[in-house]
């Protein structure tokens, strides 16, 4: 069973990968990543642990991100990253069972809580939550929107919600906005 058939079923979205996982022997990078030609790649030292997991299904929601290209992902990181993070924390023991794979939670605790992609999390549940949207249909549906286009989707959606009036709402919503673009991170207690 492939993760990214499962993804697919959890979705309805279609998958770009390439079908390749690359196992790289550096040490001083990011756990995993995917290039834009969708192939999947792996640190070897994270690989030989339980960590393979999270980061091989984090890698997978990537390959299901509409029209995903370098400069949207530079523009829109947090509406990125946050999105497939929290979509791949979201359905991990799911994805766990039914690959038949037994590894607890507990496993993941240091690495969610230390993850680079709190923040933006943080900043989508705040959205998520503003609209009264659903987990994980908010997600889904993030995903399953072009990368460039997040943005002003969620914009337009709050902008026509009764709560916008409120000058509190936008203030806090303009702060999440510039962390989801990567321009601010969080320094107030949450």
Not at 35 to 55: E, G, K, N
Not at 169 to 190: A, F, I, K, M, T
């Amino acid at each position: 069973m492939v993760i990214t058939d499962e993804i697919a079923r959890l979705t309805e979205l279609p998958s770009q990968w390439n079908g390749k996982v690359e196992i790289e022997l550096m040490t001083n990078r990011a756990f995993g990543g995917k290039t834009f030609s969708c192939l999947i790649r792996i640190r070897a030292d994270v690989a030989a642990t339980d960590l393979r997991w999270p980061t091989l299904f984090h890698e997978a929601f990537h390959c299901f991100s509409v029209e995903r290209n370098a400069d949207a992902t530079l523009a829109y990181i947090g509406y990125e990253e946050g999105v497939v993070e929290q979509l791949q924390r979201r359905f991990r023991r799911l994805l766990l069972d039914r690959l038949q794979v037994s590894v607890a939670e507990e496993r993941f605790v240091d690495r969610d809580a230390n993850s680079a992609y709190n923040d933006y999390i943080y900043a989508l549940e705040q959205m998520r939550q503003e609209l009264g949207d659903a987990s994980p249909e908010f997600y889904i549906g993030l995903l399953g929107t072009p990368l460039e286009q997040r943005w002003a989707l969620m914009r337009e959606r709050i902008m026509q919600a009764t709560q916008w009036r409120r000058p509190d709402l936008r203030e806090r919503w303009s702060r999440w906005e510039q962390v989801l673009c990567g321009n601010e991170v969080y320094d107030e207690p949450r």
